[in-house]
T-cell receptor, first 115, second 111 residues
Framework: DGGITQSPKYLFRKEGQNVTLSCEQNLNHDAMYWYRQDPGQGLRLIYY???????QKGDIAEGYSVSREKKESFPLTVTSAQKNPTAFYLC??????????????FGDGTRLSIL | SQKIEQNSEALNIQEGKTATLTCNYTNYSPAYLQWYRQDPGRGPVFLLLIRENEKEKRKERLKVTFDTTLKQSLFHITASQPADSATYLCAPTSGNTPLVFGKGTRLSVIA
């Protein structure tokens, strides 16, 4: 079955540590995205990538970093500079270029908590 | 700046009735509008996409309207069932930018 796999489902981080969230897709989609969702809030865009080795900042990129070395993979690193990292993180992908005419396929998220 | 409002945080309706969810947007003119369903602890799932030149779109028990004059989309679920209980997100978006989502409306269908 084609889809997006995010791992792990739950992740705990000590203050001052960097942590990397995994996102893999086998849909052959060009574009990939990372969102953050807080209780009572909508999805906020962290980073997105339209093609391998290229990515753009979203609305809340500070304290995060990404890489896109393979079409299938778009890992997100939450750095120690992110002061409030506790949240539900969602990865998505879409065909072609980012735009409202392309539905997005989402993974089932990683819930990050600070110990 | 762009602003998206979805009606009330929660909507409770009786099984069998039609649920109507509202999505209003201001300060921009999206060419497309998408609706998603999200269950607790899961990622959103795409439901429907409607273009600015389409007034209405249907899929099984779902119907979406897009009124660019009112800057509003209505999302209807007819003959609602308890299994329809979820949070529904709208995303009014332009043609060449990543999706922008509303905060969602939590729908509870009571048997």
């Amino acid at each position: 079955d084609g889809g997006i796999t995010q791992s792990p489902k739950y992740l705990f981080r000590k203050e001052g540590q960097n942590v990397t969230l995994s996102c893999e897709q086998n849909l052959n989609h060009d574009a990939m995205y990372w969102y953050r969702q807080d209780p009572g809030q909508g999805l906020r865009l962290i980073y997105y990538s339209q093609i391998v080795n290229d990515f753009q900042k979203g609305d809340i990129a500070e304290g995060y970093s990404v890489s896109r070395e393979k079409k299938e993979s778009f890992p997100l690193t939450v750095t120690s500079a992110q002061k409030n990292p506790t949240a539900f993180y969602l990865c998505a992908s879409s065909r072609g270029q980012p735009g409202g005419n392309q539905p997005q396929h989402f993974g089932d998220g990683t819930r990050l908590s600070i110990l | 700046s762009q602003k998206i409002e979805q009606n009330s945080e929660a909507l409770n309706i009786q099984e069998g009735k039609t649920a109507t969810l509202t999505c209003n947007y201001t300060n921009y003119s999206p060419a497309y509008l998408q609706w998603y369903r999200q269950d607790p602890g899961r990622g959103p799932v795409f439901l429907l996409l409607i273009r600015e030149n389409e007034k209405e779109k249907r899929k099984e028990r779902l119907k979406v309207t897009f009124d660019t004059t009112l800057k509003q989309s209505l999302f209807h679920i007819t003959a609602s069932q308890p299994a329809d209980s979820a949070t529904y997100l709208c995303a009014p978006t332009s043609g060449n930018t990543p999706l922008v989502f509303g905060k969602g409306t939590r729908l509870s269908v009571i048997a």
